[in-house]
């Protein structure tokens, strides 16, 4: 038996087929087994006529195991995933941090300035609501870097939204400013104008983008001499995708780890999981794109990946 909510889709399917004689189509259910056990089932059906008459003609394959591997290998993903979000926090404790105490401080600072300008007389209460005005700017900023913090590291599957990639390239460089202000790492963004939105997942493309500033930051801080200057970059490509580049200046990839640089626990951290560039070109994959990595000139590294700009149709696995 077909199971019941299916069932809908079922005749649907068998409609189009008689709409089209002599096409095939195909289409994935479940069905109930005698014992009440459910399997997936592949269905490849063709309207064909005999004597006259339309007749559909289908095809059933059990495909339950593959249905239950697809679905571990995305579970294995998801938490290879909240790993790198985890460890991304542990290189940005401190930063975070920094970027949580600031705004605190500040509203502490403007709640005294307030009761010191309420204690005049008469109470200043024009500046009292300045002083209030910057309480609620600086508590909102504590609580947006809190929020992004909450939102990395939970542990979800990527979602299907609408995206503007400027904006998302900016949280990312005020997410990590502390972290480029303690390694001295000037950051510039050269983002094109009029760019399309994409679709995907936010959190998932901030991953992607704090991996790549990240590792470039670590890469430039132990360089004794030259500029530090890390460029993020968008441009459209002939084919209409987004292109994203991320160029630094530090001393560049060799042949050696340039080799196996995408690999999973691949690192040369002392304390890596390896995880970092693997989810980020699996993440960047399931977008619908690509990511890869070169020498930049004269010196450093670029790594560039492409996303396919939002249409109609557009979505990712």
């Given at each position: 038996?077909?199971?019941?909510?299916?069932?809908?889709?079922?005749?649907?399917?068998?409609?189009?087929?008689?709409?089209?004689?002599?096409?095939?189509?195909?289409?994935?259910?479940?069905?109930?087994?005698?014992?009440?056990?459910?399997?997936?089932?592949?269905?490849t059906?063709?309207?064909?006529?005999?004597?006259?008459?339309?007749?559909?003609?289908?095809v059933?394959?059990?495909?339950?195991?593959?249905k239950?591997?697809?679905?571990?290998?995305?579970?294995?993903?998801?938490?290879?995933?909240?790993?790198?979000?985890?460890?991304?926090?542990?290189?940005?404790?401190?930063?975070?941090?920094?970027?949580?105490?600031?705004?605190?401080a500040?509203?502490?600072?403007?709640?005294?300035?307030g009761?010191?300008?309420?204690?005049?007389e008469?109470?200043?209460?024009?500046?009292?609501?300045?002083?209030?005005?910057?309480?609620?700017?600086?508590?909102?900023?504590?609580?947006?870097?809190?929020?992004?913090?909450?939102?990395?590291?939970?542990?979800?599957?990527?979602?299907?939204?609408?995206?503007?990639?400027?904006?998302?390239?900016?949280?990312?460089?005020?997410f990590?400013?502390?972290?480029?202000?303690?390694?001295?790492?000037?950051?510039?963004?050269?983002?094109?104008?009029?760019?399309?939105?994409?679709?995907?997942?936010?959190?998932?493309?901030?991953?992607?983008?704090?991996?790549?500033?990240?590792?470039?930051?670590?890469a430039?801080?132990?360089?004794?001499?030259?500029?530090?200057?890390?460029?993020?970059?968008?441009?459209?490509?002939?084919?209409g995708?987004?292109?994203?580049?991320?160029?630094?200046?530090?001393?560049?990839?060799?042949?050696?780890?340039?080799?196996?640089?995408?690999?999973?626990?691949?690192?040369?951290?002392?304390?890596?999981?390896?995880?970092?560039?693997?989810?980020?070109?699996?993440?960047?994959?399931?977008?619908?794109?690509?990511?890869?990595?070169?020498?930049?000139?004269?010196?450093?590294?670029?790594?560039?990946?492409?996303?396919?700009?939002?249409?109609?149709?557009?979505?990712?696995?």
């Amino acid at each position: 038996m077909i199971h019941e909510a299916d069932r809908e889709a079922a005749r649907s399917n068998k409609a189009l087929c008689l709409e089209h004689l002599g096409r095939t189509e195909s289409w994935e259910l479940r069905k109930l087994r005698k014992d009440g056990g459910v399997i997936w089932t592949r269905e490849t059906g063709r309207a064909m006529l005999i004597k006259n008459r339309p007749v559909v003609l289908i095809v059933s394959e059990d495909i339950t195991e593959a249905k239950r591997s697809a679905e571990a290998l995305r579970e294995m993903e998801i938490e290879l995933a909240h790993a790198n979000r985890l460890e991304t926090m542990g290189q940005l404790t401190a930063s975070i941090a920094h970027d949580v105490n600031q705004p605190i401080a500040a509203t502490v600072a403007n709640a005294q300035a307030g009761l010191r300008f309420l204690r005049f007389e008469p109470p200043n209460l024009d500046e009292v609501r300045q002083a209030f005005e910057r309480i609620v700017r600086d508590g909102g900023r504590a609580g947006s870097v809190v929020q992004n913090i909450r939102n990395l590291v939970k542990k979800a599957p990527l979602r299907d939204e609408r995206i503007e990639i400027a904006a998302v390239i900016r949280e990312v460089i005020e997410f990590t400013s502390s972290e480029a202000n303690k390694n001295g790492v000037l950051v510039r963004d050269e983002l094109a104008d009029g760019l399309p939105p994409i679709r995907g997942d936010r959190v998932g493309l901030q991953q992607v983008l704090l991996n790549l500033t990240l590792n470039a930051m670590e890469a430039m801080s132990g360089m004794s001499e030259g500029p530090r200057e890390l460029r993020i970059e968008t441009a459209k490509t002939d084919a209409g995708d987004i292109l994203v580049a991320v160029r630094d200046s530090g001393p560049g990839l060799a042949p050696a780890i340039q080799k196996n640089l995408f690999k999973a626990f691949h690192t040369t951290k002392p304390n890596g999981l390896g995880l970092g560039l693997s989810i980020c070109r699996s993440i960047v994959e399931a977008h619908g794109g690509r990511l890869w990595a070169t020498d930049n000139t004269p010196h450093g590294a670029i790594f560039q990946f492409t996303l396919p700009h939002d249409s109609d149709d557009a979505s990712f696995k």
